[in-house]
């Protein structure tokens, strides 16, 4: 009896889950058939400015950076300058002491031994024709001879010992301010890096070696900006155009600049041709830039000349050449629209010019605010 009542209590329970099953079907294929209210954001025409803008990236750079040579190969001595400080032109930034190359040395050596025979022979030679000559024995033409070979010999002394005195120690006697081993700044300006230590060699810049770079040297108040610009934008812009300058580094805050070159040759970057635009920037005294800092350029490429009106593109249709948007009839109780041409003019990307079709007082459909069942 008790398995009887068990079969009869299962019965129950697997109809009434079949009767549950039945009636949430027929519940969501209800709800599923019920017409939906779609409500939508109303836009109104607005006047304003519209303006195509294209955006190149790069870095502020020094428009000159100056690279501090020496002038003769040795091992730097001394650094007096680091890099950050300020320096004016001819100020010393380093002293160079000299390792003389061994054949020249030699060969400078024998030079000032040669010189200093020839110079003893002619002071005896000198100081006996002028006796001869006080005596009234020689001319005073021999002895204007006999003394201009005196002078001679004595200045070819004094410049083969200037010589081996450059070779050996890189400096004379008779030019220490303007001695090869103190390495000078040639502008004024600002010291960007100093590559090199005390004890590093270093060597000189001829016409097959440019030599070790001792400092880079620029003036930072003469900044411009380098960037790259795609070639599907370079037909738009041209030297003169304004442009306005952000700095990654320095917020909220942006730098106006004047373009000033646009390279007339692209280079090839990342399967892609790009060409370079130079700006001239105008940094306020208070900001300080630092070079290399990396900086986006807008550059407006084409604006309306006044104020227009002016709706956002997301609400225009369009259609081939023509452009399209939904116009409110009835907002209550449900908003109704109707599909109406326009003309449009010149867009940013986000807001478009409306040159014929709307009125200030026109509303037209934005995007979705709800997307609900609507109640029976």
């Known amino acids: 009896m008790k398995k009887g009542i068990f079969k009869k209590i299962t019965r129950i329970i697997l109809l009434s889950l079949v009767g549950l099953a039945v009636l949430g079907t027929f519940v969501f294929l209800w709800k599923k058939a019920q017409p939906v209210k779609v409500v939508y954001e109303v836009v109104t025409p607005e006047n304003g400015i519209v303006e195509t803008k294209t955006v190149a990236t790069g870095s502020v750079e020094p428009r000159f950076e100056i690279l501090i040579k020496p002038q003769i190969s040795g091992i730097i001595s001394e650094l007096t300058k680091e890099a950050g400080q300020k320096i ?14 061994m054949v020249q040395l030699n060969s400078a050596e024998s030079r000032v031994n040669v010189a200093e025979i020839s110079f003893k022979q002619a002071e005896t030679t000198f100081q006996r ?44 006697r008779n030019s220490k301010t303007s001695s090869t081993t103190q390495i000078r700044s040639t502008i004024t ?7 090199v230590e005390v004890g590093n060699s270093v060597i000189q810049a001829n016409n097959f070696n440019e030599g070790t770079t001792i400092a880079a ?31 990654g580094a320095i917020e909220n805050q942006s730098f106006d600049a004047s373009l000033e070159y646009v390279s007339p040759k692209g280079v090839e970057a990342n399967g892609a041709i790009q060409f370079e635009i130079k700006a001239a920037v105008k940094i306020p005294d ?33 259609s081939g050449d023509s452009a399209f948007v939904q116009l409110l009839k009835e907002e209550k109780p449900l908003q ?28 037209i459909r934005g995007a979705i605010v709800s997307n609900e069942p609507k109640k029976p």
Not at 88 to 101: Q, R, S
Not at 189 to 195: K, R
Not at 229 to 247: A, F
């Open 129 to 172: 024709d002028q006796q001869l000559f006080n005596q009234g024995i020689m001319t005073a033409q021999d002895f204007d001879t006999s003394e201009a070979n005196y002078l001679k010999a004595k200045e070819e002394l004094n410049n083969a010992q200037s010589a081996l005195e450059i070779v050996r120690d890189g400096i004379a």
């Open 88 to 101: 004016t032109a001819g100020e010393i930034i380093a002293k160079v002491k000299v390792i003389p190359e």
């Open 189 to 195: 300006g600002t010291i960007l890096d100093v590559p």
């Open 336 to 363: 109704v629209f109707e599909k109406h041409h326009i003309k449009t003019g010149l867009s940013d990307g986000i807001k478009i010019e409306v040159k014929e079709g709307l009125t200030k007082t026109d509303k």
């Open 217 to 247: 040297v620029a003036n930072m108040n003469d900044m411009i900006f380098k960037g790259k610009v795609d070639e599907t934008e370079i037909g738009k812009i041209r030297e003169g155009m304004p442009i306005k300058l952000t700095v």
């Open 286 to 318: 208070t900001v300080y830039i630092r070079a290399g800092y990396s900086a986006n350029a807008e550059i407006v490429t084409n604006r309306t000349v006044d104020s227009v009106l002016t709706i956002p593109e997301s609400t225009v249709e369009f």
